[in-house]
């Protein structure tokens, strides 16, 4: 069992930035790909980027590319993610999800281990 919990998220006006981290605890952690995702209220939940175990390949969201940045420290057993340019339909809960696979892909279903979710709010 991974273990996985979020934190940083908040209030932000649009076009700030924020800083989530996940912190991951009960396995090796440099065994998993880690991944962020996100759900807004009567959405479905929507995959925003992954990292491979060791951090050598990234993969976005064309909805996040170039605003978003995924990173991992196995040393630290965590993994951020870097939110620039936000916008109002960036709101939501952002989920910190983990998987064994090299490259999980971009459904939920594609990920065995979720966090709680931390909420992100961005104010126009």
């Known amino acids: 069992q991974v273990q996985l919990v979020e934190s940083g998220g908040g209030l932000v006006q649009a076009g700030g930035s924020l800083r989530l981290s996940c912190a991951a605890s009960?396995?090796?952690?440099?065994?998993?790909?880690m991944g962020w995702f996100r759900q807004a209220p009567g959405k479905e939940r929507e995959f925003l980027a992954t990292?491979?175990?060791?951090?050598?390949?990234?993969y976005y969201a064309d909805s996040v590319k170039g605003r978003f940045t995924i990173s991992r420290d196995n040393a630290k057993n965590t993994v951020h993610l870097q939110m620039n340019s936000l916008k109002p339909e960036d709101t939501a809960v952002y989920y910190c999800?983990?998987?064994?696979?090299?490259?999980?892909?971009?459904?939920?279903?594609?990920?065995?281990?979720w966090g709680q979710g931390t909420q992100v709010t961005v104010s126009s």
């Open positions: 999800v983990a998987d064994r696979e090299y490259y999980p892909g971009t459904r939920y279903q594609d990920y065995d281990y």
């Open positions: 009960g396995r090796t952690f440099s065994n998993y790909a």
């Open positions: 990292i491979t175990w060791n951090g050598g390949s990234t």
